[in-house]
Every structure is written in structure tokens, then in C-alpha cells.
């Protein structure tokens, strides 16, 4: 093994922290060190952070990645103090304090931030994930992206050329906020983004079928929000089945029980899985593999390890911080300012997260908002929710592109990223289509 080292340049003596992670808090905290006495290294499998909460709007075309991705370079690029550097950490050796890259180099530590996320958890069945994707990176977006378009081209295909007029469902399995945007999202474009774009299909003939294993949609919001958001889908013709447990997929098909729903394309929003890295580290997990961390986000008898954002199990109020941005983003703010404290032996301070409300957006101009006692349904949460990202949002290119976009698309009713790249099968297309209707003679194509 070769220990990361400057060999090139005299020693550096200021501590040395190493954060493993690009996402909010591992950015975050990055940035918090500007200005600060150490040194700080970023490792990220990738090159670039991607603000996850805008991933859905790739995946409908409504934004191109590059708008919701930046460099995680540009993002440090003021800061001296800070180098980047692209590898896969594998495990850790806590006692030399000392990371395990897969490149088989080694990279020793002052200090630790592990801040992976977390990625998709399809209870015990690792087959349906390329049935049914989900939605944590660009590649997910895009591949999502690819399907639903997909599944629009091959029915337009068959209809022109076959004659053939196949039911178009798509099938969101999982409620929370991921599902219901998605849901949302696809139900809109097929209503009214793509109705004119086609000729031998009618985009909005599709399905969209929202399933729920639990009593009510977006179960992390109170019951009023939930059945306004609940209503608002309906209202955009999502068919919204609660209760309902998915127990089996296949290409084209959703189990349910005893029952089968085709389906063009399966997209999976259902539950979250902790990066593998959290048991590397050897500490105890909670059923989701999210490390359980004392309350200055420590992992026990290492108090220069700190476990942030949706890899850390942290319990304030009686419950554990959901896995959203603005606990990624408060963690890694934390975990920065505490380092620096502790290297100017200030007086240590624990960990307290300020809840500054949640939102989920439900098609154009529709959404909820909890914020404190404050809830908020409708255009006036949607507002809310687009101007909060566009100021959360990397980069001030990336935000003046989305907010030209958005404004476009508001006022166009248009979608400018309607983009196929990749394969052109779609897993189970011909496979299960129980209803198939025959077009007339003269509409057909030769």
C-alpha cells in the first residue's frame, strides 16, 4: 500500500482532515474549512456534486443534467486549503487512522468525515433494480429519462406501423416525496408536454399509477398535507393505490398480490439502503445500515470519526433526522466547526438540527409545505419550493439556466431535454400486454 503523501513539497503540519463524500454534507463541511489552519482532503467516486433534489426534473426533461451538476472543483476553487481527488474508498483502518481506496492506495487522517448517502433499497430482491430504477444519481436520471420516452417512441412506432395501439402505464412504486414528484411529473408531460408531439399515439391515453405499501402518500408530512397531495395527483390523473404491496416484479409487470399490472416502464421510489461504507467503519447500524452516532455525530471510541447526512442514524426529539438535504447540509456545517474548536481546544459543542421545513412539488404550479406550524399546499408551496432550490443551488450559472428554464416551461408549456441516449429496448415492452387495439387501415403508415 502507498500512503497519500506531498513528497514533492515540505511537510505539512496542519492537520489533516479527510472527508469521504461530494454530496451536501460532505461539500458543506468542505467549504465550511475556507480560511481555516488545516488541510482538507475530498474524495468522491465522481468529479462533480449533483443536487439530488432537482434529479426528478432530469428525468422528465425538464432540466439537463449540467443544471443541476456542478464540478466539485469549481465549487473549491477558492479555497487553498482544499485539494479533490477522484477514487472509491473500500474500508478503513480506524486505529492507524488510515483509508482504503480500491485504487490500493492508502490515505491517512487527522480527522474523518464519511458522508456517502445512501443509495436504493429493494428489500431483499437486488434483481428488480434493473426492472424498476430508482432515483439517487445523473446516471438514474437519465436512464429514467430514457424509458419514459422510450415507451412514447415505441408506441408511436406501433401504432404507425403495426397498427397496433398498446396501453402505455407507467408504475411508480413508493409514495414519498421521490414518488410523488415523479408521478406527478410524468402525469403532467403526458397531459400536456407531449400531447401534440405525436401522431399515431396520444400521449395522454397513458396511466400513471402511484403504489403506496402505507395508509397515505408522503406518510412524513401531517394527514392534511398528505390528502392534499393525494388530491392534487388525482386532479392530474394519477391513479393513487395506498395500502397496496408490491410483492414481485418481472419485465412489464407489477405484482400485487394475486394481481398483475402491465407496465411500460416500472420506476422504484419504495425505500433507501446506507452506503455500504457505514459497516466498513465496524460501528453499530440501524436496519438500514445508517451508522448510529453519538450527539456530536461521533462514532463510539473514535471521537475523530464523524458520520454525517444520510449515512448517520442521529436521534434529536425522539426520532432519527430524516434523510433530506438540509440535515445533509446543517451535519456538514456542524462537523467543520466542530473539527476547528477542537484543534483550538475551544470547548466542544453537540449536535442540534434546526428543522426548517420540508416541501415536495407536485407537477406544475402544485405542491405541499410544512414549515413549522405553517402549511402551505398549492401554488403558493410550489413558489416556495422553486425559489428555496434555486438559492440552494450550486453555481450562479446553474441557477440562472434553471430559472430561464423554468420560466420557459411555465409559460411554453415546453420541455427542452427531451432526449434519448443509450439502448432502445425497454424490459418488458412486448412482453404482457393483456390489451391490444387495433387502429383502422387508413391510419396506418404504407
Given at each position: ?402 430559472l430561464l428554464d423554468w420560466m420557459w416551461q411555465y409559460l411554453s408549456w415546453q420541455s427542452g431535454a427531451r432526449l434519448i441516449t ?25
Open positions: 500500500m502507498n500512503s497519500h503523501t506531498q513528497s514533492s513539497k515540505p511537510a505539512d503540519v496542519r492537520p489533516h482532515v479527510v472527508i469521504i463524500g461530494g454530496g451536501f454534507a460532505g461539500l458543506n463541511a468542505a467549504r465550511a474549512f475556507k480560511g481555516k489552519d488545516v488541510r482538507v482532503t475530498l474524495l468522491d467516486r465522481k468529479n462533480h456534486h449533483t443536487f439530488q433534489p432537482l434529479l426528478y426534473q432530469v428525468a422528465l426533461a425538464a432540466l439537463s443534467p449540467a443544471e443541476i451538476a456542478s464540478p466539485i472543483r469549481t465549487a473549491v476553487r477558492g479555497q487553498k486549503n482544499v485539494e479533490v481527488l477522484i477514487g472509491t474508498a473500500d474500508g478503513f483502518e480506524l486505529d492507524r487512522r488510515v483509508v482504503r481506496l480500491k485504487e490500493g492506495i492508502e490515505v491517512s487522517y487527522d480527522y474523518l468525515i464519511v458522508a456517502t448517502g445512501a443509495t436504493h433499497s429493494y428489500f431483499g430482491h437486488p434483481e428488480w433494480a434493473k426492472i424498476a430504477p430508482g432515483l439517487k444519481s445523473l446516471e438514474d436520471a437519465t436512464e429514467i429519462r430514457r424509458r419514459i420516452l422510450l415507451a412514447f417512441e415505441l408506441s408511436e412506432r406501433e401504432s404507425l406501423l403495426e397498427g397496433i395501439q398498446r396501453p402505455i402505464n407507467f408504475v411508480v412504486v413508493g409514495a414519498g416525496p421521490t414518488g410523488v414528484e415523479l408521478s406527478g411529473a410524468i402525469a403532467e408531460i403526458s397531459q400536456h408536454v407531449l400531447k401534440t408531439d405525436f401522431r399515431g399515439t396520444d400521449p395522454r391515453r397513458a396511466r400513471v399509477i402511484l403504489l403506496e405499501g402505507g395508509p397515505r402518500v408522503l406518510a412524513s408530512y401531517s394527514e392534511d398535507l398528505s390528502a392534499k397531495a393525494q388530491k392534487q395527483l388525482e386532479e392530474l390523473g394519477v391513479e393513487v393505490h395506498t395500502s397496496t404491496m408490491v410483492t414481485n416484479l418481472e419485465p412489464g409487470v407489477v405484482h400485487v398480490g394475486e394481481k398483475k399490472i402491465d407496465a411500460a416502464v416500472i420506476l422504484w421510489a419504495a425505500g433507501v439502503q446506507a452506503s455500504h461504507l457505514g459497516k466498513a467503519l465496524g460501528s453499530p447500524t440501524d436496519r438500514s445500515g445508517r451508522v448510529l452516532v453519538d450527539d456530536r455525530l461521533n462514532i463510539p471510541g473514535h471521537p475523530e470519526v464523524f458520520v454525517l447526512g444520510d449515512l448517520a442514524h442521529f436521534e434529536q426529539d425522539g426520532a432519527p433526522l430524516p434523510g433530506v438535504a438540509q440535515v445533509a447540509i446543517q451535519t456538514g456545517k456542524y462537523a467543520a466547526a466542530e473539527i476547528v474548536r477542537r484543534i483550538g481546544n475551544q470547548p466542544s459543542r453537540v449536535f442540534h438540527y434546526h428543522d426548517k421545513g420540508s416541501m415536495a412539488t407536485i407537477g406544475r404550479a402544485r405542491g405541499i409545505g410544512q414549515i413549522g406550524k405553517t402549511h402551505l399546499s398549492g401554488f403558493p408551496a410550489w413558489f416556495a419550493w422553486l425559489c428555496i432550490h434555486l438559492v440552494f443551488l450550486i453555481g450562479y450559472r446553474n441557477r440562472v439556466a434553471v443509450g439502448s432502445d429496448n425497454l424490459p418488458g415492452w412486448h412482453q404482457h400486454h393483456a390489451a391490444e387495439e387495433k387502429l383502422p387501415e387508413e391510419q396506418k403508415v404504407g
